[in-house]
């Protein structure tokens, strides 16, 4: 019998690891687990096919078993070499290598023969209708569909048409193959699925050799089948597929791989589609697939998202059966959690005003020890200059400062980090009637880690030296929309842009060791959040990005 403890202690199993066990534990395919991941080549991957890659790999390696990386290119006028490296790039940066590469139009010469082995069989047939018109004699849900008016030539016949397509002697849309199955089934997709049809259109890998290419649903199951899957993983979405994925199998008398499917992942504030993600970036509302307002694996990579942050937030929002809207806090929480531990801390500045500590030496300098991360002593320590002359946040500073605000204001005595106390004494505007330059006196007895005063003060503030600060452009970045639930909006997603997704601070100050920074380094500015070299950064004036704020800003706003 097992102790409490060793129940308490049991790791809890989803559904698809149970599935898995049970199937072991019944020596079901050969007590081996071989999973797949099956993008479309078609567009950059995003932060949903983060969780199927993270599932399909992780349970490979969980059970000894392996994982293919199978590009599903049977759409050729949609797919490009560069969304093909893309997508091995985003799968490398998360930490997962594949068993096998493959690639549908690996098995188009196989597929093509079980397609004649299905006309011969009378279960295929050679369809002249429109697209239009065979949707609509599809019928819907409850009522059924008609029947089409070539479902009965002989295979003969069928044989014949299905050639003259492969030949190239047929224009799209002129003719296509479909599966004889059942017209009044209650499952659509049963209703005699089209299987070929022409696309005269160059392949990224089989060039010109073809002009008829398979459906998703002929080309998927047949793959899985082909390489033997033990455990083909699937969105719910594809539910519905499921019983022609059986169908397919099954009459061709293959491999007997199982498709199962899983919730996809939906993220609050956040679109994850394709087609939409094309949309906003061929309208311009973003610079680009890697634009770090994105949820594509570039884009999030770009903004200094961790591949370990990415990986711990598919963990725990889990594997469910229903789909659901996940919150992106819990992402953004992830990459804190992460990069709290690895991140050096550093100063910096976005929205700098001048503090003049008037009773410090003109013309003197010193350097201060700084603690580069204080979650980690092995990081050690740098030094930072310090002066007469430094920057401060503007929102650190108010003329008359409200009663709890423990910043600098008139008469109020703050620390400055790794430095001295200093108290305001003044302050000067310019003819705008804006704060221009901010007076102080230090108490030079007060140096952190020598103070012998016994002073203590309620705030701490940020600064950098003007004379040693390097100039830089700091891209404080947002979420993209403004909506929480973007699946329940009856208007265009476009129409709930956040405005303030970005936010350029083309003059922010910061330490000389940023300066030397090289792109991709992430870092914490101490007390306004996590940030990374942006990879177009430039040696004379450094382009930063916000990766997250230290807090959820939003969780304050929505209150």
Same mark, same amino acid.
């Given at each position: 019998m097992s102790s409490e403890k060793e129940i308490k202690e049991r790791p809890v199993l989803n559904f698809i690891e149970q599935m898995i066990e049970q199937d072991l534990a019944e020596g079901k395919h050969d007590g081996k687990v071989l999973t797949r991941f099956p993008p479309h080549?078609?567009?950059? /991957?995003?932060?949903?096919? #983060?969780?199927?890659?993270? =599932?399909?790999f992780g349970l490979a390696q969980k059970y000894n078993g392996k994982c293919n /990386?199978?590009?599903?290119?049977?759409?050729?006028?949609?797919?490009?070499?560069?969304?093909?490296?893309?997508?091995?790039? @985003?799968?490398?940066?998360?930490?997962?290598?594949?068993?096998?590469?493959?690639? #549908?139009?690996?098995?188009?010469?196989?597929l093509y023969e079980y397609a004649v082995q299905l006309i011969k069989a009378g279960k295929a047939y050679i369809d002249e209708n429109s697209a239009e018109q065979i949707s609509k004699e599809r019928g819907t849900p409850t009522s059924p569909g008609k029947l089409s008016e070539y479902r009965d030539r002989s295979a003969e016949e069928n044989l014949s048409l299905f050639e003259a397509m492969k030949n190239g002697e047929v224009e799209e849309g002129k003719r296509v193959l479909r599966a004889k199955i059942d017209m009044a089934s209650p499952i659509m997709q049963m209703r005699d699925p089209v299987i070929y049809r022409v696309k005269k259109a160059v392949h990224h890998r089989t060039g010109d050799k073809w002009c008829i290419y398979p459906t998703y649903d002929f080309a998927h199951g047949q793959s899985d089948a082909f390489e033997k899957i033990t455990h083909s993983l699937c969105t719910l979405e594809f539910a519905s597929h499921r019983p022609l994925?059986?169908?397919?199998?099954?009459?061709?008398?293959?491999?007997?791989?199982k498709q199962t499917e899983f919730a996809r992942l939906n993220l609050s504030y956040t679109v994850v589609s394709k087609r939409k993600l094309k949309e906003l970036v061929e309208d311009g509302h973003v610079e680009g697939w890697d634009d770090p307002r994105m949820p594509t694996l570039a884009a999030i990579r770009r903004r200094g998202y961790t591949a370990a942050s990415i990986r711990n937030f598919a963990t725990k929002i889990g594997v469910a059966k229903r @789909?659901?809207?996940?919150?992106?806090?819990?992402?953004?929480?992830?990459? *804190?959690?992460? /990069?709290?531990?690895? #991140?050096? *801390?550093? /100063?910096?500045?976005? @929205?700098?005003?001048?503090?003049?500590?008037?009773?410090y030496p003109e013309g003197q300098s010193e350097m201060l020890p700084a603690v580069n991360n204080p979650e980690d002593e092995s990081a050690g320590k740098r030094e930072i200059p310090f002066g007469r002359e430094l920057y401060i946040e503007r929102d650190d500073f108010m003329e008359?400062?409200?009663?709890?605000f423990f910043r600098l204001g008139p008469e109020k005595e703050v620390r400055l980090k790794y430095a001295y106390i200093v108290k305001c004494t003044g302050f000067k505007k310019n003819e705008a009637g804006a704060i221009e330059e901010v007076y102080a006196e230090y108490d030079p007895e007060t140096k952190s880690g020598h103070d012998t005063t016994g002073k203590k003060v309620k705030g701490t503030l940020g600064w950098v030296s003007s004379e040693h600060a390097v100039e830089a452009e700091v891209r404080l970045y947002d979420r993209l929309f403004a909506t929480e639930n973007l699946n329940d909006i009856d208007d265009d997603f476009k129409n709930h842009l956040n405005p303030n997704s970005l936010t350029i601070k083309a003059n922010a100050k910061v330490e000389p060791s940023v300066g030397s920074m090289k792109p991709n380094?992430?870092?914490q500015f101490?007390?306004?959040?996590?940030?990374?070299?942006?990879?177009?950064?430039?040696?004379?004036?450094?382009?930063?990005? *916000?990766?997250?704020? =230290? *807090? @959820?800003?939003? #969780?304050?706003?929505?209150?």
């Open positions: 080549p078609n567009g950059y /991957l995003h932060i949903g096919h #983060a969780k199927s890659i993270c =599932l399909n /990386l199978r590009f599903d290119d049977t759409n050729p006028e949609k797919e490009d070499i560069e969304y093909i490296n893309s997508i091995k790039e @985003d799968i490398k940066w998360l930490g997962f290598d594949w068993d096998n590469e493959f690639y #549908a139009s690996d098995y188009f010469d196989q994925y059986d169908w397919f199998i099954s009459e061709l008398d293959l491999y007997p791989s @789909d659901g809207v996940s919150d992106v806090a819990l992402l953004e929480h992830s990459v *804190r959690e992460d /990069l709290n531990k690895k #991140a050096s *801390r550093v /100063l910096g500045v976005l @929205d700098p005003i001048k503090l003049i500590i008037t009773n008359e400062p409200p009663k709890k380094t992430q870092f101490e007390r306004l959040g996590y940030f990374i070299i942006d990879k177009e950064s430039a040696p004379d004036k450094p382009r930063i990005n *916000r990766t997250v704020s =230290l *807090r @959820d800003n939003w #969780a304050k706003q929505n209150k």
